[in-house]
Every structure is written in structure tokens, then in C-alpha cells.
């Protein structure tokens, strides 16, 4: 709460308090200056009371404390700021009669006894003033906390979204679409070939698979779907070679491997070049070893280009640590105006 | 109304042609799938409207923009971009989403009819409004501004002035002061000189939005924009703008 907008709510409820216990006092005896002087200096002293309570409370923590330790802490600081007021008001009295500017009446009521009951119910004033501020402090924190939920809640789709959508590649789905309605009065035939093939390409993403491994085969299958499909927008600015070892049949690879790798291949580099040019594709084995590699016209920009998500090599990296087998590496090199990426795991 | 394409597909170049068919008065003039090929077709062709890719091969269709003399009217075509999109400040002109909605073409078409004969009609209404020589342009043509990813199409006669910043130009309108990657002379070449007035070193003027003339120090002038903006005018240029006026 802003400093100023709790003073004002302060003055307004303890200047409250003076006014009723005046009224009050006034229905059995007549006001004097002695007694509404004694009241605006007991109401001053609660207001100063409360604000140490809180002052304390805020710096001993104690809204965060174990239930057992606030506990105490709500039961015993009161009563004894209570009598910390009462003291307040004690010496306020003691010096005004002393210069005489007070006058008791001969009748009021004075001791310890009397002095005992002015603290109980000062300290009872004080008991409900912090309980008051506590549960305003938690109904505070409980709306944050609720609003904070909300934002990871938020944050959390958001992401996931984004992770998804990186997997489909809108871009790709949507100019394949495209290219399809065109084709579909150029050659019918051949435009029925292409929306099986994208069907083959869409299934396999939203299944994403979560096997550790697959086939090279089956993933051979998704990457000439794809080609095709890019082929079917770059044409002729996308020749591609591929270049298969027959030792390679056999081999398995963690999926979507080989498939990162060609995407990366069209999206930055054929599509990004003038003119286009030849995607390579070469697969190798030695013993135990896969080899794949895959290289595109072009030029390597560390840290990758604006408008890359920058999911791919990271991920990538990952994935091999995890399912590449020992030894497996990437690695990135880039010469003769060609990008050329190999990645190296066990078949 | 004279088309030009500007697709990196083939396949997507031949299905506008198809959605174009159906609009009797689309008239295709050319199509490119390349920047510069586009750049060339462009400005040998003068169309009226250009159907633009925002994706091209090693470019953007922002960077064709940027190097165009002759700026038709743009509609923008995208498979899935809304960031380049979200660039505009003002969204001055049409995109669509591909695959194309015939529909959706249909109606930025007719937009762009009605900008068409907005302009034709402004150019017959007030002759040698619209500038002096070829490639010289006045306060009804549009141009193309853009600062790194932000763009803005704007009326040239809506351009208070500019002022050079080093390397860059600062343009004034509509309280936006985007630092274009251009020179105040060069920029001073391709703009229509009964329109802008170069009044000193760093500063090019719009004649048609100057609000008072004060006399300054050293019987130069200092000019208020009707956007607020002062600029000083040196003696020897303060002769040619007494002319200009006094005409």
C-alpha cells in the first residue's frame, strides 16, 4: 500500500476510535480539555503502536515464520505495546499535570488497577488492528500468487506451442498447400502423388516419434517426402544427390536426425541462395560407424540467422548426446561457398 | 489494371495467374521470381500493382521495395509470416495469406481499383501535381520508408521534410521519425523540386506545409513547419526560396 494512502486510513480510524470514546465518555460525564487532550494522545499512541507492530512484523518476517512461531508472535506483541502506550500516555499525563496544563477532576479514577484495565484494552484494540493487517497481507500474497500462477501457466502453452510449431513448420505446410492447388489443374496425376506425400510428412510429424531409434530406412522414406515436396516450390533450384553406401542398409539413427539436417540444408541455405542449387546427400559406413552428411550452397553465419528459431542445432546436439551412441559429433564447416554439416553416430 | 508477380514458385506464380482469370480487368504484364529480375521487370514495365512475396530467394520483397523507383501499389503474399507483416507502423496496403483465398483477392483487388482511381483522379484534378520528369515523384505519389524492420507507406505530400542525420536521412510525418539508409542529395534527385525545397546543407522542405517565414540572422530565413519543426534557411538559398514563392 502507498505510504500516504495508509497514513490517511490510520488517521481516519484512530481519529474514529478518539471520537467514540468521547461520545462515550460524554454520556456520563462533561467533556473538558484535560480529557479530549488525554484522548487525542491515547489515539496518537495507538496509531504509533500499530505502525511499530507492523514495522516489526514486516522486518522480523513473521508472516513467513512456522505457524507455532507466528502464533506467539501474534499473541505477545500486542499486549506488550500495549504497554508501551499506556507508558506513552502515562508520562504525557505526568508532564501536563506537572505544568499544569492538565486538570484531573478529584473523582477520576486513577492506580494500577485502573492503569491495568486502560492496557487490557489497549491491547485488545491492538490484537484486532494486526490481525486486521495480517489478513490483508495474505489475501494480498495469495492474489499474486494466483496471478504469478497464471503467467507460468501462460507461459508454459506458449512455449510448447512454439516448440510445436517449430515442428510443423507452418511455412513449409502452407506454400506446399499452395503449390498443391496450382498443381491440381496442371497435372492432376502427379498433384495426387504430392498430397500423399504431404499426408506421409504431416503424419510422421504430429506422431513424433519418442523411440530412441529408428530404421535409416524409415527415415530415408520421410526425407524423400519432404524433398519431394520442396522440389514441388524451388524446382529446378533444388537439384539433389544422393549418395547412399549399400553397407548403410541396416543401420538405425535417432528419428528426425537426417530429416533436421535437409530442412536446415533447403530452408537456409537453397532457399536463401539465388539461383538455388545442389543438395548433397551422403551416407557412409565404417564397421560400426554412420556417417551422414549433408551440404548446401551457401554461407555458415555463427550463432545462426534472424529469422531461425534457433531450435535446430541445439536440438540436434542433444538428441545425439542422448541417442547418438559413443563418440557421436556434429560438426559444421563451411567452404567454397557450400555449408557442409556432418554428423557422425553409431549405426 | 496492370499486374506485375513476384513469386519464388512457379506453381505459385501459375495459381495467381489462375485466380486472376477470373477478374476481367487484371491484366498481367510480367512476373519475376527473383529480386533483381523483379527490380527490372518493374521499372521497364511501370505496373500498377505488384503482387509480392514477402520470402524471395537470398532477399525479402522489403529489400525490392527499398530499390524500386517506381513503387506501385503492393499487396503483399505470404505462406506464414506475421512478424514481417506486423512490421507495418501503418498498414497502408493489402496482404494474403497463401493458399489464396479467391475472395480474400477479390476484395484487395478492389481496394486497390479505388486507390487506383483516387490517384488518376488527384493527377487529372491538379496537373504537374504529380511531378516534373520520369522518375521524379510528387506529393501523390507514395513511397516506401523503412527503418531496420519497421515500414511505412506514405503520401509523399504528407512528408514535412527531412533532415540529414550523417550517413542517414530523418524524415518528418505524422510525428514518426523514421532515419532512412539514404543521402539528402540522392534523395533530393528523385523528389519533384517544385514540391521540395532544399533549404540549407541538411535540411529538404515541403514547400506546401511551410506556415511562416521570419527573417533570421544574416538576411537568412527561419522557416516553421506546419508541424512544428524550424529549419534556417542560409542567405544565398533564401534568394532561391523568395523566387520559388514569388512565382
Redesign the interface.
Same mark, same amino acid.
Not at chain 1, 514441388?232 to 524446382?235: D, F, V
Given at each position: 500500500m502507498h505510504p500516504g494512502r495508509r497514513a490517511l486510513i490510520q488517521l481516519l480510524l484512530w481519529s474514529f476510535y478518539v471520537l467514540l470514546s468521547l461520545g462515550m465518555i460524554a454520556n456520563y460525564q462533561a467533556l473538558s480539555g484535560t480529557l479530549v487532550a488525554v484522548m487525542v494522545a491515547v489515539g496518537a499512541a495507538l496509531w504509533a503502536a500499530s505502525e511499530a507492530l507492523r514495522a516489526w512484523a514486516l522486518r522480523g518476517g513473521w508472516l513467513d515464520l512456522p505457524p507455532r512461531a507466528l502464533l506467539l508472535r501474534l499473541a505477545l506483541a500486542p499486549p506488550l505495546m500495549a504497554v508501551v502506550a499506556q507508558l506513552l500516555v502515562y508520562s504525557f499525563n505526568r508532564l501536563g499535570l506537572a505544568l499544569g496544563l492538565l486538570h484531573f477532576a478529584a473523582n477520576a479514577p486513577y492506580g494500577l488497577g485502573v492503569l491495568l484495565g486502560y492496557t487490557a484494552n489497549t491491547a485488545i484494540l491492538l490484537w484486532l488492528w494486526l490481525l486486521a493487517w495480517a489478513g490483508g497481507q495474505w489475501l494480498q500474497r495469495w492474489r499474486q500468487g494466483e496471478i504469478a500462477k497464471w503467467q507460468a501457466e501462460a507461459a508454459a502453452r506458449a512455449l510448447e506451442l512454439q516448440v510445436l510449431r517449430a515442428q510443423i513448420n507452418?511455412?513449409f505446410?502452407?506454400?506446399a498447400?499452395?503449390?498443391?492447388?496450382? +498443381?491440381i489443374? &496442371?497435372d492432376p496425376a502427379r498433384a495426387r502423388e504430392m498430397l500423399s506425400r504431404l499426408s506421409n510428412t504431416l503424419r510422421h510429424t504430429l506422431q513424433h516419434s519418442a523411440k530412441e531409434r529408428v530404421p535409416l530406412a524409415e527415415e530415408l522414406v520421410v526425407v524423400r517426402d519432404y524433398v519431394a515436396l520442396e522440389q +514441388?516450390?524451388? &524446382?529446378d533450384?533444388l537439384q539433389v544427390r544422393w549418395d547412399i553406401d549399400p553397407a548403410t542398409e541396416g543401420a538405425s539413427l535417432p528419428p528426425m536426425i537426417l530429416q533436421l539436417l535437409v530442412e536446415n540444408a533447403i530452408k537456409h541455405g537453397i532457399?536463401?541462395?539465388?539461383?538455388?542449387g545442389v543438395l548433397e546427400i551422403v551416407l557412409r559406413r565404417q564397421g560400426a560407424r554412420l556417417q551422414i552428411e549433408v551440404s548446401n550452397p551457401g554461407v555458415w553465419v555463427e550463432g545462426g540467422a534472424q529469422s531461425s528459431t534457433g531450435l535446430g542445432l541445439p536440438h540436434l546436439r542433444e538428441r545425439l548426446k542422448r541417442a547418438g551412441g559413443e563418440g557421436a559429433d556434429c560438426r559444421i564447416a563451411a567452404a567454397d561457398g557450400r555449408v557442409r554439416v556432418t554428423v557422425e553416430l553409431t549405426a | 489494371m496492370r499486374i506485375y508477380i513476384v513469386e519464388?514458385?512457379?506453381?505459385?506464380r501459375?495459381?495467381l495467374r489462375?485466380l486472376l482469370a477470373a477478374i476481367p480487368d487484371a491484366d498481367i504484364v510480367g512476373e519475376a521470381a527473383?529480386?533483381?529480375q523483379a527490380r527490372e521487370g518493374i521499372e521497364a514495365l511501370l505496373p500498377e500493382l505488384l503482387l509480392l512475396d514477402v520470402?524471395l530467394?537470398?532477399?525479402t520483397g522489403f529489400e525490392l521495395l527499398d530499390q524500386l523507383h517506381h513503387l506501385p501499389l503492393v499487396i503483399f503474399t505470404t505462406?506464414?509470416?506475421q512478424h514481417a507483416l506486423a512490421a507495418f507502423e501503418r498498414n497502408a496496403l493489402d496482404y494474403l495469406?497463401?493458399?489464396?483465398d479467391p475472395q480474400r483477392l477479390e476484395a484487395a483487388l478492389l481496394r486497390a481499383r479505388e486507390r487506383l482511381q483516387a490517384q488518376r483522379h488527384g493527377a487529372t484534378a491538379a496537373p504537374g501535381a504529380t511531378g516534373t520528369g520520369p522518375g521524379c515523384k510528387g506529393a501523390d505519389d507514395m513511397v516506401f520508408l523503412r527503418d531496420g524492420e519497421r515500414c511505412w507507406f506514405v503520401r509523399l505530400g504528407d512528408v514535412a521534410g527531412f533532415e540529414a542525420c550523417g550517413n542517414y536521412v530523418q524524415a518528418w510525418f505524422e510525428g514518426q521519425h523514421p532515419l532512412l539508409q539514404r543521402t539528402l542529395s540522392a534523395l533530393e534527385e528523385r523528389l519533384d523540386p517544385q514540391l521540395f525545397f532544399r533549404a540549407s546543407r541538411s535540411h529538404l522542405i515541403n514547400l506546401r506545409w511551410v506556415q511562416s517565414i521570419q527573417p533570421w540572422h544574416n538576411e537568412g530565413y527561419r522557416v516553421t513547419l506546419r508541424d512544428g519543426h524550424e529549419v534556417e534557411v542560409s542567405r544565398r538559398q533564401a534568394k532561391q526560396l523568395r523566387e520559388r514563392l514569388e512565382l
Open positions: 507452418p511455412h505446410l502452407f506454400n498447400l499452395n503449390n498443391l492447388r496450382a +498443381l489443374n &496442371e +514441388l516450390h524451388h &524446382e533450384r532457399a536463401r541462395t539465388v539461383g538455388g | 519464388d514458385s512457379r506453381l505459385a501459375q495459381e489462375t527473383e529480386l533483381a520470402e530467394p537470398g532477399a505462406a506464414y509470416d495469406l497463401k493458399p489464396i
